[in-house]
């Protein structure tokens, strides 16, 4: 499972890579476009005009019926709207396409463009600037500046600039669909195998769970007559030196009856009473119940943060803190401090252990333990309460020992 995740986030990546690649190629071919076809619309224009500017050589005048014709023939371009041939005191000509336009004739820019035109002007007979200088000096006959403006439409370029845009857009949407779909298929196999783990774990507690209940329930009534008989012979012993070897005797029984009591209660179900429980209220109950213990050792408990109120059985939290601060106990160091923190529905309990070698991983396996005296089932238990109150409860780091209870669910 793990591979095939791999697998997918290295998909994903190159989808990702692919996208960019595409996308910075795609823009520039696409502007490159842009920029030849506007150049290939304006090179007709310019050879338009040329062939005005040319005619009267071939045909005498601009006012001539041949250069009209000319005119109207070069109008019948698709991408030409119209041509006008003017002085500055006259239309002289212009083609019947130009009625339905609103053209603006700037004589001071050569070129110009709208939205939806490019207007190009020219001077058809520039060679007459200087000769109308010098005749405007010798005589006031002199030949007219003829002009020629042509009007191009964008019509066909506006088609090509959105249906390239459409392209580019469709393949932006199609690889990001892909690069989605890739996440989308990456997260439902991750959710499979957390299921599958969950699911394995589950089965993997239940069997635990049937097995701790029918051990604990094979060995208990054996162990009660046992300790019966061993504190009836401890009662009858005259011998002091016999009497210190049933005390150890007696004292191992006990420590075996807290662990079959333990399998016992990991094996039953746990049925579960809500009410309105305060937290500091259950906290304090837990330490005066502790007292003693940590007194041995010398230890302090610090409670800081504010008090919140959680819906859970009281009896089942009892229990879950109880374990927590005698494993606290048992594990901190002679003489040291075991601050409890308060946030917003959540609870940290935070110890200097002695022990470093923890698996945090395994902490809430059943039998996982690192001391020789305990069976292994008490965080289970805590874990296994807390999951069926919908809470959750983890190591957030082992030096110091940090573990939280998040009464908001599993973080």
């Given at each position: 499972?793990?591979k095939?995740?791999a697998?997918v986030?290295i998909?994903?990546?190159i989808s990702i890579?692919s996208l ?5 190629y ?5 502007n490159?476009?842009?920029?030849a076809h506007k150049?290939?619309l304006i090179?007709?224009?310019e050879?338009?005009?040329k062939?005005l500017e040319?005619?009267p050589?071939y ?7 041949s250069v009209?014709?000319l005119a109207?023939e070069l109008a019948?371009?698709?991408?030409i709207l119209g041509?006008?041939?003017f002085?500055?005191d006259?239309v002289?000509y ?5 009625k339905?336009?609103?053209v ?8 110009y463009e709208?939205?939806n035109?490019?207007v190009?002007?020219?001077l058809?007979?520039?060679?007459d600037?200087?000769?109308s ?6 005589s006031s ?5 003829y002009?020629?403006t ?5 019509d066909?370029?506006n088609?090509?600039?959105?249906s390239?845009q459409k392209?580019?857009?469709?393949i ?10 890739l996440?989308?298929?990456r ?5 499979y195998?957390?299921?599958s783990k969950e ?5 993997q507690?239940?069997e635990i769970?049937?097995f701790a209940?029918?051990?604990a329930?094979?060995?208990k009534?054996p162990?009660?007559?046992?300790q019966g008989?061993?504190?009836y012979i ?5 011998d002091?030196?016999?009497k210190d070897y049933?005390?150890s005797l007696?004292?191992e ?6 662990i079959?009591?333990?399998f ?7 049925d579960?009473?809500?009410t309105n429980?305060?937290?500091?209220k259950l906290?304090?109950?837990s330490?005066e119940?502790v007292?003693y213990?940590?007194?041995k050792?010398n230890?302090t408990f610090?409670?800081?943060g504010d008090?919140?109120e959680?819906?859970?059985?009281q009896?089942?939290m009892l229990?879950v803190?109880?374990?927590l601060f005698i494993?606290a106990?048992?594990?901190?160091k002679?003489s040291?401090k075991?601050?409890?923190?308060l946030n917003?529905?959540m609870?940290?309990?935070?110890n ?6 923890i698996?945090?991983e395994?902490?809430f396996?059943?039998?996982?333990t690192?001391s ?10 805590c ?16 030096a ?5 209870l998040?009464?908001n669910?599993k973080?």
């Amino acid at each position: 499972m793990k591979k095939l995740i791999a697998s997918v986030n290295i998909l994903i990546i190159i989808s990702i890579i692919s996208l960019l690649i595409l996308g910075y190629y795609e823009i520039k071919k696409y502007n490159a476009s842009v920029k030849a076809h506007k150049k290939s619309l304006i090179a007709q224009g310019e050879l338009t005009l040329k062939a005005l500017e040319g005619a009267p050589k071939y045909f005498g005048s601009i006012r001539s019926i041949s250069v009209v014709q000319l005119a109207e023939e070069l109008a019948k371009n698709e991408n030409i709207l119209g041509i006008i041939i003017f002085t500055e005191d006259e239309v002289i000509y212009k083609t019947k396409k130009i009625k339905t336009l609103d053209v603006k004739i700037d004589l001071k820019n050569s070129f110009y463009e709208t939205d939806n035109e490019i207007v190009i002007n020219r001077l058809l007979n520039p060679e007459d600037i200087i000769d109308s200088k010098l005749k405007n000096k010798l005589s006031s006959n002199f030949a007219p500046l003829y002009y020629a403006t042509v009007v191009l439409s964008k019509d066909e370029f506006n088609h090509f600039v959105s249906s390239s845009q459409k392209d580019i857009f469709i393949i932006f949407i199609s690889i990001t669909f892909v690069i989605l779909l890739l996440i989308f298929i990456r997260i439902m196999i991750k959710r499979y195998d957390i299921m599958s783990k969950e699911l394995a774990r589950s089965k993997q507690m239940e069997e635990i769970a049937n097995f701790a209940n029918i051990l604990a329930h094979e060995i208990k009534n054996p162990l009660s007559s046992i300790q019966g008989f061993s504190n009836y012979i401890y009662d009858n012993l005259k011998d002091e030196e016999l009497k210190d070897y049933m005390d150890s005797l007696l004292d191992e029984l006990d420590r075996l009856k807290l662990i079959v009591d333990d399998f016992n209660q990991f094996g039953r179900p746990i049925d579960i009473s809500r009410t309105n429980i305060s937290i500091k209220k259950l906290i304090d109950r837990s330490l005066e119940l502790v007292k003693y213990d940590a007194e041995k050792k010398n230890l302090t408990f610090e409670l800081t943060g504010d008090d919140f109120e959680i819906l859970a059985d009281q009896d089942k939290m009892l229990q879950v803190l109880l374990n927590l601060f005698i494993n606290a106990i048992r594990y901190s160091k002679q003489s040291s401090k075991v601050e409890i923190k308060l946030n917003y529905k959540m609870i940290k309990i935070i110890n200097q252990n002695d022990n470093q070698k923890i698996d945090k991983e395994k902490l809430f396996t059943p039998f996982y333990t690192t001391s020789s005296k305990g069976s292994g089932l008490g965080l289970a238990i805590c874990k296994k309460i807390m999951t069926l109150h919908g809470f959750d409860i983890f190591v957030e780091k082992t030096a110091p020992f940090t573990i939280v209870l998040n009464f908001n669910g599993k973080g």
